[in-house]
């Protein structure tokens, strides 16, 4: 099954590298990320170094950019979209196609 919004990003926008300012725009609707997390492969660790060390606010972002650094150029909104329907997100996938179909994406 696919979201229908996926289908109005041109294909080459889903292989791009994701850019910060769209990671720190998700991040706002990034809620219960403990449960999102594991699907983005960050470890226990990863997980408790990041809310050791941050405020709830920032532990948000933080999560989307240490799965960004771990995959570096492989870190593509494709995939970053495939991991949040695996965590049944879909609220974020709507923003992240928004953010996608913007014009000034």
């Known amino acids: 099954e696919e979201l229908l919004c996926l289908r109005a ?3 080459e926008r889903l292989d791009r590298v994701c850019l910060d300012d769209h990671l720190l725009e998700l991040s706002l ?3 219960d990320w403990q449960g999102v997390s594991p699907f983005l492969g960050l470890s226990e660790t990863e997980e ?3 809310e050791k060390h941050h405020s709830a606010r920032r ?3 933080n999560v989307l950019r240490t799965w960004q650094a771990k995959l570096g150029a492989a870190g593509t909104y494709r995939r970053l979209s495939e991991a ?3 965590a049944k997100r879909v609220d974020m996938i709507d923003k992240l196609c928004c ?3 913007s014009p000034t994406s």
């Open 59 to 61: 532990q948000r972002i």
């Open 99 to 101: 953010l996608l179909t």
């Open 29 to 31: 609707v990034f809620t």
């Open 48 to 50: 408790e170094e990041i």
């Open 84 to 86: 949040l329907w695996k």
């Open 9 to 11: 990003v041109p294909e």
